[in-house]
């Protein structure tokens, strides 16, 4: 088993990092760039900037918030949002992000994440999921979660690995903002049928949520915003308290447990 990884996520609208509830309701949290410094020195594994409305808005991720906030960086960070051709990919990469996490655009161009995986490798391409049970079923949503695509979450999580997407976010738009825990049985039924890392999204509230997490699946890296952003849950406290529930967690230099 991999060890687990700590992924605080900025969701940006308008330069702002913003987070609502079930994908609606977005309130005001802070500056993207103060937060990425915060996290690097709290000892995060990783770090998520999501564009959240550049799909919809049909525009490009603003890259001059990009390069600012890997400029604060010393760990990996993922990049998401109005990515759409090969040319964004590469822009993305040029301004300091090690992964480009795809959504939308591979909905409307599949193709897109084999040619940018040969490209660039599969360690650079992460399949971003917007995920909403329906009918008994989950399904894949688009454009920031406003439209449903019908299709099956689970088969496009294969098809995307398939193609060469080196790691799979999955968004459990259900769970969202709610903090009454991650959604257990989507993401064991994605993780049995794929061999990349699955990063779980929706539904942090409590440390237990992530100790339980770790328990019932094998999800290798847990995303939240809201309760780090509101340090209702710092990383250094929940890092010691998985260590102490025997759960392996990512080693780096800003970081020592008090175990």
């Known amino acids: 088993m991999l060890a687990r990884r700590i992924i605080p996520c900025l969701d940006v609208k308008d330069g702002r990092v913003v987070k609502g509830r079930k994908f609606q309701g977005l309130k005001d949290v802070a500056d993207p760039v103060e937060l990425a410094k915060r996290y690097t020195k709290e000892g995060a594994d990783e770090l998520v900037f999501y564009d959240i409305t550049a799909s919809n808005e049909k525009r490009n991720i603003?890259?001059?918030?990009?390069?600012?906030?890997?400029?604060?960086?010393?760990?990996?960070?993922?990049?998401?949002?109005?990515?759409?051709?090969?040319?964004?990919?590469?822009?993305?990469?040029?301004?300091?992000?090690?992964?480009?996490?795809?959504?939308?655009?591979?909905?409307?161009?599949?193709?897109?994440?084999?040619?940018?995986?040969?490209?660039?490798?599969s360690q650079c391409i992460v399949l971003s999921i917007d995920v909403k049970k329906e009918h008994g079923r989950y399904f894949v949503?688009?454009?920031?979660?406003?439209?449903?695509?019908?299709?099956?979450?689970?088969?496009?999580?294969?098809?995307?690995?398939?193609?060469?997407a080196g790691e799979l976010v999955i968004n459990a738009m259900d769970k969202d903002g709610t903090k009454e825990g991650f959604d257990i049985e989507l993401l064991k039924l994605i993780?049995?049928?794929?061999?990349?890392?699955?990063?779980?999204?929706g539904g942090a509230g409590t440390i237990q949520d992530f100790i339980e997490l770790a328990k019932k699946t094998k999800v290798s890296g847990?995303?939240?915003?809201?309760?780090?952003?509101?340090?209702?849950?710092?990383?250094?406290?929940?890092?010691?308290?998985?260590?102490?529930?025997?759960?392996?967690?990512?080693?780096?230099?800003?970081?020592?447990?008090?175990?």
């Open 62 to 121: 603003s890259l001059a918030f990009v390069e600012k906030v890997a400029k604060e960086l010393n760990i990996p960070f993922s990049v998401g949002g109005g990515i759409r051709t090969m040319e964004d990919i590469a822009l993305v990469l040029k301004k300091g992000a090690d992964k480009v996490s795809i959504n939308s655009a591979a909905i409307q161009n599949p193709q897109i994440i084999q040619t940018a995986s040969l490209k660039y490798g």
């Open 222 to 259: 847990y995303l939240a915003a809201s309760v780090f952003h509101y340090q209702q849950i710092t990383i250094r406290d929940l890092k010691d308290a998985l260590v102490k529930a025997h759960i392996q967690i990512r080693k780096e230099s800003t970081y020592e447990t008090s175990i």
């Open 191 to 201: 993780n049995q049928e794929v061999n990349v890392p699955v990063i779980a999204s």
């Open 141 to 164: 949503y688009q454009n920031g979660g406003r439209i449903n695509t019908g299709l099956d979450a689970i088969e496009w999580a294969k098809k995307g690995v398939r193609l060469g």
